[in-house]
């Protein structure tokens, strides 16, 4: 009767692969992305039921899950220009522009 053994990276031989490093996500550096429609199914649904205004809109969670800022993106119907909205959910946001050989903070 012959055992079977089960193989895993802990029965492999050889070097073991390196534990995986936290994201920025993970480690509150970075604010995680939480779009408000998740597919476009969801973004269909809002336009016939929703407010359109809601399209587009994304919210950044810190590491408490709690929402630090929204922003979106719209056309000026006037200029044509592109404007970024950031609507701060708190007094601890503030927003830089990076440009091509400046930083400017808001």
Same mark, same amino acid.
């Given at each position: 009767?012959?055992?079977?053994?089960?193989?895993?990276?802990?029965?492999?031989?050889?070097?073991?692969?390196?534990?995986?490093?936290?994201?920025?996500?993970?480690?509150?550096?970075?604010?995680?992305?939480?779009?408000?429609?998740?597919?476009?199914?969801? @973004?269909?649904?809002? *336009?016939? +039921?929703? /407010?359109?205004?809601?399209?587009?809109?994304?919210?950044? !969670?810190?590491?408490?899950?709690?929402?630090?800022?929204?922003?979106?993106?719209?056309?000026?119907?006037?200029?044509?220009?592109? @404007?970024?909205?950031? *609507?701060? +959910?708190? /007094?601890?946001?503030?927003?830089?522009?990076?440009?091509? !050989?400046?930083?400017?903070?808001?």
């Amino acid at each position: 009767m012959s055992v079977t053994k089960r193989l895993n990276r802990a029965n492999l031989p050889g070097p073991r692969p390196a534990p995986p490093q936290p994201t920025p996500y993970d480690t509150g550096e970075r604010a995680q992305p939480m779009p408000w429609q998740k597919d476009r199914f969801e @973004v269909k649904d809002t *336009m016939k +039921h929703g /407010d359109p205004d809601d399209i587009g809109k994304v919210d950044f !969670d810190n590491d408490e899950s709690a929402t630090v800022a929204t922003v979106h993106v719209s056309k000026d119907p006037v200029t044509g220009s592109y @404007v970024v909205h950031v *609507m701060p +959910h708190n /007094d601890d946001v503030r927003v830089a522009r990076h440009g091509y !050989d400046e930083e400017v903070v808001i």
